[in-house]
C-alpha cells in the first residue's frame, strides 16, 4: 500500500520561504510511470495544483507560481519537496503532495497524503 | 489559462441519482477526473480517463464526457456520498480543477 506523508513548518512569515517535503512509502518514486505533485487548497477553497516532478527530476509548474516555486527529488530518501518562496498571507493552505498514476501525467491522482497545513503570518 | 465550471451545489434524496456536471471548452478532446472531499479528509479519486473507476469504488460511481461537458453521476446515492466533488482535466502542461460542487444528500 503506498503512502504519502507530508512534513515542514507549520507557520512562515511573509516573504519568508515555505518548504515542506513528501515521504512516500510502499514504493520508489523512481518507478516509471508516476508523476509526483504539489496540490494546495486555500481555506474554504478548492483545489490548486502547484506543480509535479518526474523520476528524472524534471519539473513542471503551474504558470501562475512557476516563478516562485520549486520542486525536487531525493531519490535515495524516497521523497519528493516543494519549496515556494516570498509567500504571503494568500500561501495559507493545507498542502497535499499527490501521485499522478500516469506518464506523461493525464490527471490520475490516485493517493495524497493527508495534507501539511500551512499560514503565512508574522 | 483553461477554466472548468461546476454547479456550486447539488441536492438528491437517498436512493436517487444525483448528476453533476463539469463544463471546459473541447472538454471531451481531454480526460476528465473526478475527486470526492469530506470534511478534514484529503480528496479521493473516483473516477479516472473519463469514466474509470478505481479499485474499490462502487458501481454506483460513473462518468461520462461528451462535447463541451463531462458528466459524474451518483446512482442510488446514500448517505455517505455526501461531499464535495471536483472534476480535474490537464491543459497544456498543467493539471486544472474546476471549483467543486457540494452535494448534500437529503
Known amino acids: 500500500q503506498v503512502r504519502l506523508q507530508e512534513s515542514g513548518p507549520g507557520l512562515v512569515k511573509p516573504s519568508q520561504t515555505l518548504s515542506l517535503s513528501c515521504s512516500v512509502s510502499?514504493?520508489?518514486?523512481?518507478?516509471?510511470?508516476?508523476?509526483w505533485s504539489w496540490i494546495r487548497q486555500s481555506p474554504g477553497k478548492g483545489l490548486e495544483w502547484i506543480g509535479y516532478?518526474?523520476?528524472?527530476?524534471?519539473?513542471y509548474y503551474n504558470p501562475s507560481l512557476k516563478s516562485r516555486v520549486s520542486i525536487s527529488l531525493d531519490g535515495s530518501k524516497n521523497q519528493f519537496s516543494l519549496s515556494l518562496n516570498s509567500v504571503t498571507a494568500a500561501d495559507t493552505a493545507i498542502y497535499f503532495c499527490?501521485?499522478?498514476?500516469?506518464?506523461?501525467?493525464?490527471?490520475?491522482?490516485?493517493?495524497w497524503g493527508q495534507g501539511a497545513q500551512v499560514t503565512v503570518s508574522s | 489559462s483553461y477554466d472548468l465550471t461546476q454547479p456550486p451545489s447539488v441536492s438528491v434524496s437517498p436512493g436517487q441519482t444525483a448528476t453533476i456536471t463539469c463544463s471546459g471548452d473541447?472538454?471531451?478532446?481531454?480526460?476528465t477526473s473526478w475527486y470526492q472531499q469530506k470534511p478534514g479528509q484529503s480528496p479521493m479519486l473516483v473516477i479516472f480517463?473519463?469514466?474509470k473507476r478505481p479499485s474499490g469504488i462502487p458501481e454506483r460511481f460513473s462518468g461520462s464526457n461528451s462535447g463541451n461537458t463531462a458528466t459524474l453521476t451518483i446512482s442510488e446515492t446514500q448517505p455517505m456520498d455526501d461531499a464535495d466533488y471536483y472534476c480535474?482535466?490537464?491543459?497544456?502542461?498543467?493539471?486544472?480543477f474546476g471549483p467543486g460542487t457540494k452535494v448534500t444528500v437529503l
Open positions: 510502499g514504493g520508489s518514486i523512481t518507478q516509471v510511470d508516476y508523476c
Open positions: 480517463r473519463d469514466n
Open positions: 473541447k472538454l471531451d478532446n481531454k480526460y
Open positions: 516532478i518526474y523520476r528524472s527530476g524534471i519539473a
Open positions: 480535474q482535466t490537464w491543459d497544456s502542461g498543467s493539471a486544472v
Open positions: 499527490a501521485r499522478d498514476n500516469s506518464y506523461p501525467p493525464v490527471g490520475i491522482f490516485d493517493y
